[in-house]
């Protein structure tokens, strides 16, 4: 193994089998004897994706996962939404560790290489329509990629119905910056955030074109998710009243 490739490890708390990189910093997590369930709650966010698509346009398109952690998201777009499905990793064991110990579908497409490199020298425009980014190394201090140029790449990549969903966190994070970043790439009008977890993951959001949906219309989606996906874990009628947009409309304050 590379010296600048941690080793995969894992550990097993109360039913839940986790992923590590060389440190203590959970990189990923499965329910053993539900494997089907987003075990982690930022996981579950970064799906809050799905509301800026139309309920019944769900399924369509290619999904894309950069950063393959234990899986969830990717099971989930394979086998929930039957979307056909690439994912990019860097590190092999991390693949090897997916197969072997947590259910990465033998269907899904893997790429092994590094995740920015890739999107901008190989992906085809336009290609994408869920597209979920989660980079961490295994000091889980700062998003390993989160220039505007990745973003723009991002956005390149999504067709016109696109959305993609980007895990912050981090010790050495600014949310700030890496939101500026994102709104820089994709137009501030079209970037949105959750409300952070307990554990300081903020989700972002942002389409290429798509706008939030009218409130009725969000709700409604939201709970067209639950009824589909509740036996996945996603508590989906929660996420409506967590989104922020990039730019606040509210009134100013005297």
Request: one cysteine or more; charged letters at 20%.
């Amino acid at each position: 193994m590379s010296p600048e490739l941690p080793d995969a490890t894992l550990s097993e708390s109360d039913g839940v089998r986790f992923l590590h990189l060389g440190s203590i910093w959970v990189q990923g997590a499965m329910r053993i004897r539900k494997p089907q369930v987003v075990e982690l709650l930022y996981v579950q966010r970064m799906l809050a994706s799905l509301l800026w698509l139309p309920s019944e346009r769900l399924g369509e398109g290619r999904a894309l996962q950069l950063g393959l952690g234990a899986g969830a998201i990717t099971r989930f777009t394979h086998k929930a939404l039957k979307m056909p499905t690439t994912v990019v990793e860097l590190n092999p064991q991390v693949v090897d560790v997916g197969r072997s110990w947590f259910h990465l579908p033998a269907e899904v497409e893997v790429v092994l290489a590094d995740a920015g490199r890739w999107l901008h020298d190989e992906a085809a425009p336009q290609s994408v329509r869920l597209l979920h980014v989660d980079l961490y190394d295994h000091e889980a201090a700062a998003p390993v990629l989160d220039s505007e140029a990745f973003y723009a790449d991002c956005r390149r990549v999504l067709d016109d119905d696109g959305v993609v969903s980007v895990n912050l966190f981090g010790r050495n994070a600014s949310y700030e910056q890496s939101a500026a970043r994102i709104a820089a790439a994709f137009g501030p009008e079209h970037v949105w955030s959750l409300q952070p977890t307990r554990e300081g993951n903020t989700v972002v959001v942002a389409t290429r074109a798509l706008p939030l949906p009218p409130h009725d219309e969000l709700l409604a989606r939201a709970a067209t998710l639950e009824q589909r996906y509740g036996a996945f874990g996603l508590a989906a009628r929660k996420w409506p009243r967590m989104v922020r947009p990039h730019l606040r409309t509210d009134p100013p304050t005297r």
